[in-house]
């Protein structure tokens, strides 16, 4: 098994070393994701700025501004591109060429994002953390927290991979996958929380939410670094929604994936 | 090593009308044609063959490609490349083969050469000795060391052809695919390339399928022929029974008569009827005849009969008129696709 995964981690290897040919795209999405954050995080500050102690769904505003930031954070650490690569390489036909190597295509471009991940965590989500907790006041997480924040970062990294796999791999059925992508992307910020936490969203629309999978990539993380959960068990159970789902997606991505393959049709060339 | 049993592969093809007007139409109504790429096709190719896949465009031999190297599943039928159906046991099945697809790179477009060389030393298991060998190999050959730090994407078609061929070589695979491997590559290297792939077949065996249509290419690698026409195989064997296949030989003849060329073509097309004579530049006569029709013994005869020859050569008929014959019947109008005439002996 070990020596299997071996064999991906040059894929992870190397793309670190074609990312860092791009150097300027991580400033430019550092100030996309500082626009945007900046964006909510005043709009939303004027509206608890009224309300002294705990505002809408039991925020306060250091705890508003937290949430506001760090989703902003969650969804630049899920911009992993396999989407646009995986649709781009499906339609051109590019793929064919991938499945000449002895490697799973989905594993090697899971291993491939990777890096991606880490360095928009280090090159953009930490400035920009650094740049907010300068200007406004956050909320300190405590320690366990901080802790269970993590893990559930890091499974809300491997949703956001299937999410993304899945949507790159509309590309077997149209040519527009650009469409496809921006659907996603307002179902996934809107669904997760990360426009509106969930717990300001009216009750049948948080119920829906709350069950689809979307959740796990910004309100699950979230919910536990500002401890919003009724003790371990409430803890535990958001961590194992997000793992459930992880496992369940995963699973849907390889037998999706088998059942494309199948069918796959590469003309000319 | 290859056996294809009654491949076949079809594609849904949706019909698109020409035009603004008929791009709308095909909004609302959408129907699909299906095109069968490769019918019923079977074959088997021995292990440490060297074997050009010929057919002209269209015929099906990229798709037949895909479906060896497990890329495609054939829609009925089925084939083995040593023992496995690539299709099925597909990364299996990659371990033991080698692809080069002239058409599309299977570098990584933002690495150096020798940053992809690492990986796929990685991926496939490369023992060092081995790694070792095979780079000093394509040091040598194909200076692989001048390509230097370049991304890949920033290469010439050459340079990334070169790459692409050591890349195919570089884990000693069993069995090689080369779909139009020396596109861009100039003399030298094309003779670099070839000498490579000779030296693998002969010191470890290595099985080769080749598609080119660089007829000098299957003329300086191939043993063996496998030729398609219309998804199907019209000859299975030795490159020399292929070239036996040719309809026409031919005769050159100087002669010292003194005869005007064109009196020397009527004479011999008016006793040989059915036989093209054709004067050359500098005086010499060439003779087509239908090699059905009449034997060497025949035509030589008639000329010495005739003429009063001074030096005669009789050349071997060409690959490259086989193939225009081969690859000029698939464009016959009219041509039904029910095969008539099309039997695998149909062509000899």
């Known amino acids: ?269 | 090593m290859i056996v294809a049993e009654r491949l076949v592969k079809e594609f849904r093809l949706a019909e698109r009308k020409p035009g603004l007007l008929g791009s709308l139409s095909t909004l609302l109504t959408r129907r699909h044609r299906v095109v069968r790429a490769v019918d019923d096709v079977s074959f088997e190719i021995p292990a440490g063959t060297k074997t050009a896949y010929i057919g002209a465009n269209g015929a099906g031999k990229s798709t037949t490609i895909k479906m060896l190297t497990g890329i495609m599943t054939p829609t009925s039928g089925r084939c083995t490349v040593a023992g496995l159906e690539p299709y099925r046991h597909r990364q299996r099945n990659a371990r033991t083969i080698g692809v080069v697809f002239g058409q599309r790179s299977q570098l990584w477009w933002d690495l150096s050469v020798p940053d992809s060389f690492r990986i796929l030393r990685r991926v496939y298991d490369i023992p060092e000795p081995v790694y070792r060998r095979n780079l000093d190999l394509f040091r040598e050959l194909l200076d692989i060391d001048a390509l230097g730090p370049t991304p890949v994407r920033q290469l010439s078609l050459g340079q990334r052809m070169r790459a692409e061929i050591a890349a195919s070589l570089l884990h000693d695979p069993a069995v090689l695919f080369w779909d139009e491997p020396t596109i861009g590559l100039d003399m030298v290297l094309k003779d670099a390339v070839r000498h490579l792939v000779n030296r693998a077949h002969r010191e470890l065996g290595t099985t080769v399928v080749l598609t080119s249509h660089d007829i000098a290419d299957i003329g300086a690698i191939c043993d063996s022929a496998l030729v398609v026409d219309h998804g199907r195989v019209v000859h299975q064997g030795t490159l020399k029974d292929l070239l036996r296949t040719a309809d026409h030989r031919s005769v050159v003849f100087d002669h010292r008569d003194g005869t005007a060329a064109g009196t020397v073509r009527a004479r011999i097309e008016a006793g040989l009827p059915g036989v093209r004579a054709t004067p050359d530049d500098g005086g010499r006569i060439r003779v087509d005849y239908p090699a059905g029709r009449y034997t060497s013994r025949q035509v030589l005869t008639f000329l010495l009969d005739h003429f009063d020859l001074a030096d005669w050569y009789a050349p071997e008929p060409g690959l490259e008129d086989v193939l225009r014959k081969i690859y000029g019947r698939a464009r016959v109008p009219g041509d039904t696709p029910d095969g008539a005439g099309r039997t695998p002996d149909g062509a000899a």
């Open chain 1, 1 to 269: 098994m070990t020596a299997r995964l071996r064999r991906y981690t040059p894929f992870a290897t190397s793309g670190l070393q074609s990312l860092l040919q791009y150097r300027s795209m991580f400033a430019m999405t550092a100030m996309t994701a500082a626009a945007g954050a900046a964006v909510t995080v005043f709009l939303w500050r004027a509206v608890y700025a009224g309300t002294p102690g705990r505002g809408p769904g039991g925020f306060t505003v250091e705890d508003i501004t937290t949430y506001l930031l760090v989703a902003q954070i969650l969804q630049v650490l899920h911009t992993n591109r396999v989407d646009d690569e995986v649709a781009a390489e499906v339609y051109r036909g590019d793929v064919a060429v991938m499945l000449v190597r002895p490697v799973s295509y989905p594993v090697m471009r899971f291993f491939a994002c990777l890096p991606v991940v880490g360095a928009n965590a280090v090159l953009v989500g930490l400035p920009v953390l650094g740049l907010f907790a300068l200007l406004v006041p956050l909320t300190a997480p405590r320690p366990a927290d901080l802790l269970l924040f993590t893990v559930s970062t890091a499974l809300s990294v491997l949703l956001a991979f299937c999410v993304n796999l899945l949507t790159g791999m509309t590309g077997f059925l149209t040519t527009n996958t650009w469409g496809v992508r921006m659907v996603k992307q307002s179902v996934v910020a809107f669904f997760a929380g990360q426009l509106v936490p969930l717990a300001l969203m009216p009750g049948p629309l948080a119920a829906l939410a709350k069950v689809l999978p979307f959740r796990g990539m910004v309100d699950g993380p979230l919910t536990l670094l500002l401890g919003r959960y009724d003790g371990w068990t409430d803890a535990a159970g958001v961590l194992v929604q997000q793992a459930a789902w992880a496992a369940g997606l995963s699973l849907l991505c390889a037998a999706l994936w088998r059942a494309a393959l199948g069918r796959l049709e590469v003309l000319g060339g």
